[in-house]
């Protein structure tokens, strides 16, 4: 059994820092991939960062400069720091996995909410 468990998130007021954090358990191996996607009320579920096994990243333009990904690798844990946060990304952001054995996990999402 695979599991996604995420905690970082709630509410916090514009201007202002949280870090998620995602820690994958059970029979894994050969991680391919971890990242964070969001999906706000109304709106399509979209890339926020992800990290790779070679360390390359990829970033949503919106979040650039603002978010940051790490993993570690002994933990099978990823993080995403974000700084400045502003309204624009309130949403439930979840975890995501994919394996060298072309298998994707996902979390069960953790609410972030940005607002005064």
């Known amino acids: 059994q695979v599991q996604l468990v995420e905690s970082g998130g709630g509410l916090v007021q514009p201007g202002g820092s949280l870090r998620l954090s995602c820690a994958a358990s059970?029979?894994?191996?050969?991680?391919?991939?971890m990242g964070w996607y969001r999906q706000a009320p109304g709106k399509q579920r979209e890339l926020v960062a992800r990290?790779?096994?070679?360390?390359?990243?990829n970033y949503a333009d919106s979040v650039k400069g603002r978010f940051t990904i790490s993993r570690d690798n002994a933990k099978n844990t990823v993080y995403l720091q974000m700084n400045s946060l502003k309204g624009e990304d309130t949403a439930v952001y979840y975890c995501?996995?994919?394996?060298?054995?072309?298998?994707?996990?996902w979390g069960q999402g953790t609410q972030v909410t940005v607002s005064s």
């Open positions: 990290i790779f096994n070679g360390r390359s990243t």
């Open positions: 059970g029979s894994i191996f050969s991680i391919y991939a």
């Open positions: 995501n996995v994919a394996t060298s054995g072309v298998d994707n996990y």
